[in-house]
């Protein structure tokens, strides 16, 4: 990042951090008419962000209630994000605890992490219990590229299911059978002598590796190279 663009950032910063405060009372904030839901498993505190990546920017979230369903994980982390984790650069973590009981409406302290300094800016959220869930009241930074982080399990966009389908193809000699008077081959043996084979004739085994992805639940198939025996 240029400096240029450090300076901009920092005095954007600094001129959003007189107003943080904000008290945002709860009026049906755990009903799923209310909130908006966000499904995106890149927020994962293990996720990090690669080169090539779009990177999230939470500059243009409108102000509101928002609940985070992806599977990993559901809640803001509570400790200090690395940068480039959260599938962002600069991650937002939460500077306190969520409240423990149902019903429960509390403010707590958002913290970007930014520069080195796991604390740099910092803005005011609301967060309710809602019993199996946390919904908050975000409002968006004021720059990019910062996002929420959301859970703690590793983001399983590279996980699958493996399941091996197998078939197994018996090959045998349509000339295996006993002929006349010409000589049968010996016991174990198929074929007409001098031209034997083993009894089960050529065995080919071949199998196909199913991938299950386990996020767009989507299959995919790769096969082995048969075998003969």
């Known amino acids: 990042m240029l400096w240029a663009e450090i300076v901009s950032l ?20 755990c009903s799923n008419t209310t909130y908006t839901a966000i499904d995106e498993p890149r927020r994962s505190t293990k ?52 409240p423990t009981n149902k019903g429960e409406n509390v403010i707590r302290q958002a913290c970007v992490h930014f520069g080195g300094d796991g604390c740099f800016d910092s803005f005011d959220i609301n967060i309710t219990n809602c019993g199996d869930y946390f919904v908050y009241y975000l409002r968006p930074p004021f720059y990019c590229v910062i996002a929420f982080c959301a859970g703690k399990e590793f983001d399983k966009l590279f996980l699958f299911y493996y399941f091996p389908i197998c078939f197994m193809l018996v090959l045998t000699d349509p000339n295996s059978v006993y002929i006349g008077d010409k000589e049968p081959c010996p ?22 590796i199913g991938i299950r992805h386990k996020s767009r639940k989507q299959y995919s198939y790769y096969p082995f190279f048969p075998i003969s025996v």
């Open 10 to 29: 920092t005095l954007v910063f600094l001129s959003t951090s007189v107003c943080q405060t904000q008290t945002q009372e709860c009026g049906g904030c």
């Open 47 to 98: 996720a990090v962000w690669n080169v090539g990546e779009t990177p999230f920017c939470d500059r243009y979230l409108p102000w509101g209630w928002y609940r985070f369903t992806s599977y990993t994980g559901g809640e803001i982390p509570e400790e200090k994000v690395p940068e480039n984790r959260c599938g962002t650069h600069f991650p937002i973590w939460l500077n306190g605890g969520h």
């Open 187 to 208: 016991y174990g043996k198929e074929g007409v002598f001098p031209e034997c084979f083993g009894m089960f004739g050529s065995i080919i085994v071949g199998c196909h």
